[in-house]
């Protein structure tokens, strides 16, 4: 059974940081881009970024770049998602997500396997 657990969530403060954890179990993590969506209520789930296989590719939504940084350790079968400078626009339930698709996209229909969620607040 595939499982994505989300950690590091919590309440920050406008121009503060979070580091968001994605332990993953049940899939052979290095065979999977990597990912991160999040979600505000009333509205869809929206791509943040996702990291490839080895690591060494990455792509964010345009909102982030420069602030967000996302990478993966495959020896611990972890992706992270570092948020800097975080806005109250950030506030959202961030998703960790899991693609068997060797061409990552920015499509939530691309990831086969979703976590629960954590949520990330920032206030102003």
């Known amino acids: 059974q595939v499982q994505l657990t989300e950690s590091g969530g919590g309440l920050a403060q406008a121009g503060g940081s979070l580091r968001l954890s994605c332990q993953a179990s049940?899939?052979?993590?290095?065979?999977?881009?990597m990912g991160w969506f999040r979600q505000v209520p009333g509205k869809e789930r929206a791509f943040v970024a996702y990291?490839?296989?080895?690591?060494?590719?990455?792509a964010y939504t345009d909102s982030v770049k420069g602030r967000f940084t996302i990478s993966r350790d495959n020896s611990k079968n972890c992706v992270y998602l570092q948020m800097n400078s975080l806005k109250p626009g950030d506030t959202a339930v961030y998703y960790c997500?899991?693609?068997?698709?060797?061409?990552?996209?920015?499509?939530?229909?691309?990831?086969?396997?979703w976590g629960q969620g954590t949520q990330v607040t920032v206030s102003s």
């Open positions: 990291v490839s296989l080895s690591g060494e590719l990455t």
């Open positions: 049940g899939l052979p993590f290095s065979r999977y881009t």
């Open positions: 997500v899991a693609s068997a698709d060797l061409r990552p996209t920015e499509y939530s229909s691309s990831y086969d396997y």
